[in-house]
């Protein structure tokens, strides 16, 4: 039987809710799109600037010449056109008119939001405000790195045309890596983390101690310590020669394992005694109890930790530049490193910080999705009524 | 065996049994016996140990001191394996704890394979015919969180029955229903009785305790203030004690 059929079984009704938010107002939209525009202008607007500078045919002006953009530098005119558009007056007049429009959203949305008599109004207002808000803050701090040295900052770390020889096939090597390294340390984590739980859950010290000790040594000390030193502890003291890269891979196992322990502890602990007793009244034996009913719904419930674990992990990864990695096993961070060195140019740590997005974000979105179907319902804490 | 044989037919028996939590003195020494067929009920105010004392019964909590037999053996003997003795003795909670990840059939097939090793197929005929027994094939494929208190009740009792256990203990099976679903559990445990299962019944519901049990125990504060025959108990109380105790929950 689906769920569906349970519920009409049981006399559940399901409907879409009308919509009860009410009309809107003249003055509440104006709010609203005060909002809307000084967004527009100061990010919508400036973007465009610079887009129409990049994509329109240019060439190196006396500035960019002046602070040093010569010809002989590779990238300097993509550099020079995004310096040039940060400096031209239409820059100027839309953060001034954005910022503008900014603080008159402000001022409307936060002046009549409380004499707003319906949902829809009300919320319009805040929102109107709070884009403002936003708005004002984007263009003060245009304003003020404008106010800077922007043409250092643009040479060094958006000169995107210094990357060519390095990107694609190298670059999308080096996220692979990265995530090899993350996905190989948080899989042996997770069966380190699971074992080392169920030992910390005994109700033997003799099991429990040696296993607090060792995930006390893994949480209480630097991960960039542990891998410049198990290289060489394998090496000399096992005389086990192993790849930097392998051994980046078993720390990061031995290190997540750790954590994943922690997590896995929390989550069987929170899973409600009587399901063990339910379990062993059945004449199931400890592991057998564990393994079919307490195990299961602790897994469901360690998800969304683990996943930020993972998260954590990707980011981590980048420590393995302490092992000195071979050019094929190089991830991101170290493919930023070896080209900020052969070009003298910080771009490659901006690209780097794209790649690790690509992988991260898609993760946070997911570890969100998932939290939320487990949570269900509660979408920020507003307490009742208005 | 250090085993010896005590039984003298008595499916169980207990012996000066004591239990402290921490330094809380729960059972003050409780002596028991069953035989088949008897259908004991446990009454008493909450925190006077009827809960503990059903416990003890399965090992589920192992007593401080004294002695716990089943069918003749020794369960507080250590060298016991418990999870044997426990296929035979069935256990229904307050809180019913099924399982909430599995089907109500599979809450019911789960012991069955894995701990009776019975195949897949006969698993599932037996758990069937036991859900049918309380009324609940119906809702084999539901989980434990589409069901309604007393339906997820009876299938906790189908549960324990599968094993087709020699005893049944229930734990206040009722005390966390709505009203209006208690009649239904208790309907099985009614039926369970007439067919002669051996049960020991901690509960609140005193009609039930009157009608149904062939004897009533009733505890205070960690020990049997007074046994017998449940209706002479209900209608001539020997001690003050459960005069008062009656007189408040009636």
Not at chain 1, 90 to 115: Q, S
Not at chain 1, 348 to 365: D, E, K, Q, R, S
Request: a neutral charge.
């Amino acid at each position: 039987m689906s769920a569906l059929e349970i519920e009409a079984e049981a006399g559940i009704h399901r409907e879409a809710p009308p919509d009860t938010r009410g009309p809107s107002s003249p003055i509440s939209a104006t709010a609203l799109w005060l909002g809307i525009g000084a967004i527009a202008m100061v990010l919508g607007g400036v973007l465009a600037v610079q887009l129409n500078y990049a994509l329109s045919d240019r060439v190196l002006t006396e500035h960019c010449i002046e602070v040093g953009l010569t010809r002989d530098i590779t990238g300097a005119l993509g550099v020079c056109n995004i310096i040039e558009a940060l400096r031209a007056q239409e820059t100027t007049a839309l953060l001034y008119v954005g910022a503008a429009l900014g603080i008159a959203g402000i001022a409307v949305g936060f002046g009549i939001y409380r004499k707003m008599d319906t949902v829809r109004r009300r919320e319009q207002a805040i929102t109107g405000a709070l884009l403002g808000i936003l708005a004002v803050q984007i263009a003060v701090v245009l304003l003020v790195f404008r106010s800077g040295r922007p043409d250092l900052f643009a040479k060094h770390f958006l000169n995107f045309t210094v990357l060519s020889p390095y990107f694609i096939t190298p670059f999308l090597n080096a996220m692979k890596n990265t995530i090899v390294l993350a996905f190989a340390g948080e899989l042996g984590g997770i069966i380190i983390g699971l074992i080392l739980a169920m030992l910390v859950l005994s109700k033997r010290r003799a099991a429990r101690a040696p296993a607090r000790v060792y995930i006390n040594f893994f949480r209480g000390t630097p991960l960039i310590w542990q891998l410049a030193t198990f290289y060489f502890l394998l090496l000399f003291g096992f005389e086990v020669r192993m790849s930097a890269f392998n051994v980046a891979m078993i720390v990061f196992a031995l290190n997540t394992g750790a954590y994943a322990a922690e997590v896995f502890r929390a989550g069987i602990q929170s899973i409600e005694r009587g399901q063990m007793e339910a379990a062993r009244s059945l004449g199931m034996t400890y592991y057998q109890a564990m393994r079919f009913a307490i195990v299961p719904q602790a897994v469901r419930r360690v998800i969304p930790p683990l996943m930020n674990e993972f998260v954590i992990l990707v980011k981590d990864t980048a420590l393995v530049i302490v092992l000195g990695l071979l050019i094929s096993e190089q991830e991101l961070f170290q493919w930023a490193r070896s080209g900020v060195s052969d070009t003298f140019n910080a771009t490659f740590y901006t690209a780097t910080a794209l790649g690790y997005l690509t992988v991260t974000l898609p993760l946070i979105y997911l570890v969100n999705q998932v939290e939320r179907r487990l949570r269900s319902g509660l979408v920020g804490i507003t307490g009742a009524g208005h | 065996m250090a085993t010896e044989a005590t039984g003298n037919g008595d499916i169980v028996r207990l012996e000066g049994v004591h239990k402290w939590f921490g330094d809380l003195h729960v059972l003050r020494g409780v002596d028991l016996q069953m035989t088949q067929r008897d259908v004991v009920v446990v009454i008493g105010p909450s925190g006077s140990g009827k809960s503990t004392l059903l416990r003890c019964v399965n090992m589920l909590e192992t007593p401080t001191l004294g002695k716990v037999w089943f069918d003749g053996r020794d369960i507080t003997d250590i060298r016991t394996n418990l999870d044997e003795i426990r296929t035979h003795i069935g256990l229904v909670f307050q809180a019913f704890n099924l399982f909430p990840h599995m089907t109500a059939l599979r809450n019911v097939t789960l012991a069955l394979t894995n701990v009776l090793k019975l195949d897949g197929a006969k698993a599932r005929e037996r758990a069937m015919e036991q859900l049918a027994r309380v009324g609940m094939d119906h809702k084999a494929e539901a989980y434990p969180g589409q069901l309604s208190g007393g339906q997820q009740q009876r299938v906790a009792i189908a549960r324990a029955l599968a094993m087709e256990p020699r005893l049944m203990l229930f734990d206040e099976v009722t005390s966390a229903l709505d009203p209006e679903l208690v009649g239904e559990v208790l309907e099985v445990m009614i039926r369970l009785a007439g067919e002669g299962m051996t049960m020991m019944v901690v509960t609140h519901e005193m009609g039930f305790a009157r009608e149904v049990g062939t004897r009533m125990i009733f505890m205070d504060e960690g020990l049997v203030v007074e046994a017998g025959e449940p209706r002479e108990m209900y209608y001539h109380p020997q001690t003050e004690r459960l005069r008062q105790f009656l007189a408040k929950v009636l």
